[in-house]
Structure formats: C-alpha cells, structure tokens
C-alpha cells in the first residue's frame, strides 16, 4: 500500500473530474471563516465559523452541466469556492470537503468538478425484524451522508413486525410493535408518527429523502395477527418470529383489505415529504398470480391519489404499472423479461441486485453474522460491477439510480449495522455517483484505507476486510 498521502481526489465516491495543483495547499485554522448566502448558512456551518469574507466561500450560481446536485470546487493557496446551482449541490461538496480535511485540515489545490451518475442513490434499513429508533436511524444516516447517499429506505412493516404507529389501526404496534417482536422475538419498538416525522425532518435537512416501505401484500403476518378479520376466514394466527418468507397475504378479493391498505398508505403520505411510497410486493409465494395482479391493480394507484409516486420489488413488474412507478430490482439472476418489459415502456429502475448490493451477506464465510443465501460478498464484488449492464434490456436511461438493503435477520445492535454496513456502503456509493470510466478498485481501496483510523477513532464497528490494507492501529 501507498503511504496516505493526501491527494486532491481521495475521496468517496471518487469525483467526476479532478484537475490537481500538487504544489497548492490551504490549510483551515481556527481562524479561517466562511462566507455564504443566507439560504446556505446550515449548509456552510457544517465547515466553520461565518464570516462576511471567508476564506471558505460557498455560492449558488449556474454551473454549466453540473445538475441540481453536482458541484465545482476550487482549492487554491489564498482559499477556497464552491459553486453549485442548489443546495443539494453545495451539500455534497461540503462533503467532499470534509473528508479532503480529514486528520490535518490541508487541502490539496486543484479542481474538481462533480456530478452524480445516478439521481438515486440510496440505502435501506429493515426495521421490520428487530427494530431500531429514531436517534439510532438518524445517528446511521449521518455516516451515510458522507459518501453522498441520498435516500433512505425504511422497511418499516413484516412478518415479524409492524413499525409504524397508525391511530386508526392502534393494535398494529400495540401488538406488532410489542414485546417478543422481531427474529427470534429480539427486536420490540416502533416509532410514533411524531417520531417518524422527525426522522424525516432530519433527513431532510441533510438533503436525504426518506422512503417508507409497507410491505403487501406479502410479508403481513404481523399485520394479521393484529387484525384476524383481514385473513382470508377471519380466525386468529399466530405470531412469527423465524426468518422465514411467503407464507402469509393479504386477501385480495375482499374490500376491507383495501380500506385497511388505503388507511396505512394515507397516513403514511400524511407524514412524508418525500415523492415515494414503497409497497413492496415482494415473495408473495402465498398469493396466487391472479389474485396478486389484482391487488395491485387496486393497489399500486393508491400513492398516486395522495401525491407520490409507488415503488415496489421487482415482481410488481408482472402487472399494469401505472405511470410513474418505479421497479426496484433485488435477485441475483442477471434477466427478467417483466422487468426489461417496464423499461422498454418507459418505467424507471432502481438496481439492487442482492449478490451485489444486499449489505445483510456475509463477507466471507468466517462472518459473524449476515446470510448467504445470495452468495458470500467481499468488498471488490460490491464494488466491481456497472449497473447500466446487469440486465440486459435494462440501459443506463432506464435507471432511476442504485440502492443497498440492509436486512436484518441477524442483526441485534447498532455495531451489527456498521459491521455490515461498512466498508461495503462506500463501495456501493461510489458505483451510483462516480461515472462508470472513472472508477477503479484498485484507486477505491486506497482511499476506504483512509476511513480505518477515523471510523477507529469514532467507534464505529466496521469489518477490516482483507481486501484493504488498512493503515496500522
């Protein structure tokens, strides 16, 4: 390994464009000020004091071709400007800062000049089976936002679980969010629409946009056990705490099915800002192929009749999408003609494929914990692979962006979200901003070396996977 010299472009995700001065450098002092207009004073305190003529100067103006979340960043030996058309585009420069100040606040001089390759990109969390709260979620997205993630899915019901206070429904947390909830019991909680507000607020302000899933109409038993008279005969089933998948649904040929989905789906468009609703739609191995078409066929308009727009795993692709949806691809197989089919008549793809992107599988077969059902995944196999070209009929124009889920089976704390989270999460921003010619493994493993001493010195839990020579402790 190189020594970690710090060069202008060793950051994540790699950027766009870097134009390096080696022989510039500025250096931020405690007295180093930063100037900005109003609208970008969160933004700019992130980096230091203010000040009416900072050496720091952030400002919004056009930058050609750079988009609403690209940037240009200009270090040289008197200061530094970043320029971008929004804010989102000045957020993500300053993070690029932020980690170019990593250790000894030099910075390298040059140009960068950067822009996302894909508007979404994002990471999921399961809450569903074991549970975490607000303060825990908001404490994860603040390692994510740094390398750029900026959307957070929130698996937010299950089998195991229902995670979402819903007043016209109370028992669903009363009893899904109670106590011997979760795989193996081990995961009680649920966030009141209070407290889910305020994630959303939180996300927000850093420029993320929280995606709420109501998994259906598969993946309902806790919803069942609340509410026996949605089963199909109307008798009590028992909770679940196993692992396992498919078994349970939603009747489609009933109405009160619909006025208990429409309940949820409006509550939870009530309280999120963001454009999506996630219906999930996935596994229903308990639901016949008819009856599926035809609860989506009621179901996937609902977002839209509240003013958002539905996303759903990838076997919503089997019915009628209406416009605007949104497929999110999960299995490892590299074809699926539903799915091209979307595509071709104009609907967009979120791709996370799970022999990729899945941050619940094992590392290597020695891992603690995760699952290997879609096969063992190292760092490089996260890292090394170009979403324009994991599906055939599905090319970069079809792609809404790249997501990573977390599930959580085996998960029981915080430190086993960061365990699996990191450093494979980096990897996998780096494959849904950096243009696909520009990334390198060998380059990416360089600079996720530098993270080793500061997610040491923050206590976060990270696997010090062998495919990186981390720095010595």
């Known amino acids: 390994m190189r020594p970690l010299t710090k060069r202008l472009g060793d950051v994540i995700p790699a950027p766009a464009l870097v134009v390096p001065e080696p022989a510039v450098t500025f250096t ?16 700019a305190a992130r980096l230091g004091p203010p000040g009416d ?21 200009e270090i ?19 993070q690029t800062l932020l980690q170019l100040a990593a250790g000894d606040r030099v910075l ?23 549970f975490f709260t607000a303060d825990e979620i908001k404490a994860h997205l603040d390692l994510l936002i740094q390398f750029k993630i900026n959307h957070l899915h929130l698996h937010l019901t299950d089998d195991q679980g229902w995670r979402l206070e819903i ?9 899904g969010g109670g106590p011997g909830t979760g795989c193996d019991g081990a995961g009680p909680g649920f966030l ?30 806790a919803a069942l056990v609340a509410y026996p008279e949605l089963t199909a005969d109307g008798r009590p089933v028992e909770p679940r705490t196993d692992a396992e998948v498919g078994y349970s649904s939603l009747v489609a040929g009933r109405e009160e099915t619909y006025a208990f989905v429409e309940t949820v789906l409006k509550t939870l468009a009530d309280v999120t800002s963001g454009p999506y609703l996630h219906i999930g739609g996935d596994e229903c191995l308990s639901t016949s192929a008819e009856d599926y078409r035809a609860f989506l066929a009621r179901v996937l308009p609902l977002p839209g009749k509240y003013g958002k727009r539905v996303i759903g795993w990838h076997e919503i692709a089997a019915a009628d999408l209406p416009e605007g949806a ?14 091209d089919a979307a595509a071709a008549a104009g609907r967009a793809v979120i791709m996370s494929p799970a022999d990729r992107v899945y941050l619940d599988m094992k590392y290597d077969a020695s891992t603690p914990i995760g699952l290997d059902w879609a096969g063992l995944l190292p760092v490089e196999r996260a890292y090394d692979w170009d979403p324009a070209r994991h599906l055939q009929g599905v090319g970069e124009q079809a792609l809404l962006g790249v997501a990573a889920p977390l599930w959580s089976e085996t998960l029981r704390s915080v430190d086993d979200v960061r365990f699996l989270t990191f450093p494979r999460l980096p990897a996998v921003a780096e494959v849904a901003w950096t243009p696909q010619a520009v990334r390198d493994w060998a380059s990416f493993r ?3 070396a530098a993270f080793g001493p500061r997610w040491d010195a923050a206590g976060v839990a990270y696997f010090r996977s062998p495919e990186i020579d981390w720095p010595s402790a």
């Open 192 to 221: 009141t629409l209070a407290e889910y507000s305020d994630v959303v607020a939180y996300a927000a302000e850093r420029f993320v946009t929280v995606v709420p899933e109501i998994d259906m109409p598969g993946h309902v038993n």
């Open 446 to 448: 360089e600079r996720v």
């Open 53 to 73: 003529d900072g050496q720091l100067r952030l400002q919004l103006t056009d930058v050609d071709g750079l988009g609403a979340e690209g940037y240009r960043l």
């Open 326 to 339: 949104i497929v999110q691809y999960w299995r490892p197989e590299r074809q699926d003609a539903n799915v």
């Open 167 to 175: 007043p016209d429904r109370p028992r669903l947390t009363e009893i």
């Open 108 to 130: 390298p001089g040059g140009v960068i000049e950067d822009r996302p390759r894909f508007a979404y990109r994002g990471a999921m969390l399961d809450l569903a089976r074991h």
């Open 28 to 43: 931020i002092t405690p007295d180093t000020r930063v100037s900005a207009p109003p609208a970008a004073a969160s933004v």
């Open 76 to 94: 040289t030996g008197s200061g530094v400007t970043l320029r971008a058309a929004e804010l989102a585009g000045l957020f993500w420069g300053v």
